[in-house]
């Protein structure tokens, strides 16, 4: 049951998250902007907040900072998979 729930959870990323090859060379970036998921994650590891984060870019939202965190974990778990 647990993993239908991470399941379901992992593909609401695809709602925000889109890979252009015409947008910073594929890298998947949220909808309708030309961040990508790499720049949030950096940004989290960076030691910025959320807020910090949508200070910085107002086109963002906490739902897209999210789904970058699940588009990362769900790629994580795919390659453990496929190893």
């Known amino acids: 049951m647990l993993n239908l729930i991470e399941d379901e959870k992992m593909e609401k990323y695809s709602q925000y998250i889109t890979i252009n090859t015409n947008i910073r060379f594929g890298k998947p970036c949220i ?47 795919r390659l453990k998979q496929a190893s």
């Open 31 to 77: 909808i309708g902007t030309r961040i990508t998921v790499y720049d949030i994650l950096s940004w989290l590891a960076a030691g910025q907040t959320e807020d910090e984060i949508i200070a910085d870019f107002p086109e963002l939202e906490k739902t897209h900072i999210r789904a970058s965190l699940q588009y990362a974990a769900d790629r994580e778990r």
